[in-house]
């Protein structure tokens, strides 16, 4: 009897040591696993979001420019901003460029998720 009892001690002992930890160990595991779906759910359907097309504004207009220096602009040869057509041969932005009102005023650019 003294046996069967020291048995159930022992037992006992490592249900609690192991079997409780691994018990709430398993429960995390499956409800990050549904928060991890619902994120990723939700990061599909922000990806399939068409984007907001906005028009491009002449900055040869709002500068003032004249038709012959419109004509060799890069900005006016370009389907790109008049601030990403104009970038330096490093890739910066020039400083004209960050002062300028088409710049500051142009909406913020939405990373692709491809």
């Not at 399939?48 to 420019?65: D, F, M, R, T």
């Amino acid at each position: 009897m003294e046996n069967q009892t020291v048995l159930f001690v022992v037992l006992t002992g490592l249900l609690f040591r192991l079997g409780i930890p691994i018990a709430i160990t398993i429960t995390a595991i499956l409800l990050l696993r549904k928060v991890d779906a619902r994120w990723q759910a939700e990061a599909k359907a922000e990806s399939i979001a068409e984007p907001v097309l906005v028009e491009k504004e002449n900055c040869w207009e709002y500068k003032e420019c004249g038709p012959e220096i419109a004509r060799g602009c890069p900005a006016a040869n370009s389907l790109l901003p008049c601030w990403q057509a104009m970038r330096q041969e490093n890739g910066y932005l020039r400083e004209e460029c960050l002062n300028c009102k088409i710049f500051q005023q142009a909406p913020a650019p939405v990373p692709s998720r491809s």
